[in-house]
């Protein structure tokens, strides 16, 4: 005979997002990835002040954000001055550097790289400025060079521990092209060696590049509670599935499907869901350019938003700009009727003839509270 306290102890185990009393985490709203060789200690701070540059060129004051991204009038001074303050203030929220697709250098220069990164780390932990989401991503294993990928991340996390003593909060490795699901074991267990080095337990998030990796999401959750997130990449993804390269965008119907696959495979495990990324920057510096790039980028980050993806990579110091613009603008187009309806719901009194249901409160309170993350 089935124990049923047994079952519903493994339901809590697996799906611990689902039930009323969790809480979800602070998740960053974007992934910031920086290519190895062209990383320093300040890069973050270029990267911010590059994004202002702009701001303060083509996008000077309320009107202008409103002409560029559609921002309703009632909210438009609001976003603005949230912009510009998070800009001056934390321009990126999570970091990558970056020894994959965007690396440049060869096998020979990678240590000589990684000794750059950990000595720049360093530097921004000691100084404060180290994002509050960082780390880096590694190559691929389907390469077919597992300990190219394994001996830069061991030396990251050794030298960073080291000059740090202990890695610093906030760390996470990404790995990508899982095209293999014994990939996944594999890299957990290496991660589980580096764990004494570290000073904490070692999580990693997958890359979602690969049709066949669609197929076993759920081995993800097999890791021993290592997994922290799923990104999804859509240049990759959309190449693998033979989609033509002017129809290789996030917000084809193909990536939908991916990313809703993801969902199914996660929802209510905890594990975080991201975005992909747009491979482009200002044709120019003209405002016509610029303003065009923000537009194309701010309509893929509201698809993302609108299908519950609600973080995304940013690629460029440009999609700084309509990446925090969106997010607020997304959040506080809502929020005062969200809360409008939770008190309602909790004052059993009608509000504008909706009638709530529970499942519905739980979503709008978690939008209240992942709007008060991003608004911060």
Known sequence: MLDFDQVHREQQALYPAAEPVWQPGWQPVHTVYVPADRFSAGTVAAWGEEALGLVKAHLAGPDELAGVFGVPDGIA???????????AA????DLRVDFEDGYGG???????HVDQAVEA??????????PR????RVKSFADGDPARSTRTLDRFVTGLAGRAGGLPEGFVVTFPKVLMEAYLGMFAGFLQGLDDRAGRRLRFEMQVEAPQTVRFLRAGLTCGGRLAAAHFGVFDYTAAIGLPPHEQRLDHPAC????????????GTGVELSDGSLAASPASGSAEDVRALWRRHAGLVRHSLGHGFHQGWDMHPSHLVSRFATVYSFHLATYDSYRERVRAWRERRPVG???DEPATIRTLESALRRADAALG
């Open 77 to 87: 001074g609001d976003v603005h001055g949230r912009l510009v303050r998070k800009l």
């Open 90 to 93: 934390e321009p990126v929220e």
């Open 121 to 130: 780390l360093a530097a921004m932990h000691a100084a404060g400025t180290l």
């Open 133 to 136: 989401r960082w780390g880096l």
């Open 353 to 355: 003839g909706v009638l």
């Open 106 to 112: 060869g096998p020979d220069d990678e240590d000589g």
């Open 256 to 267: 939908d499907h991916a990313r809703h696959v993801m969902q199914t495979a996660y929802a």
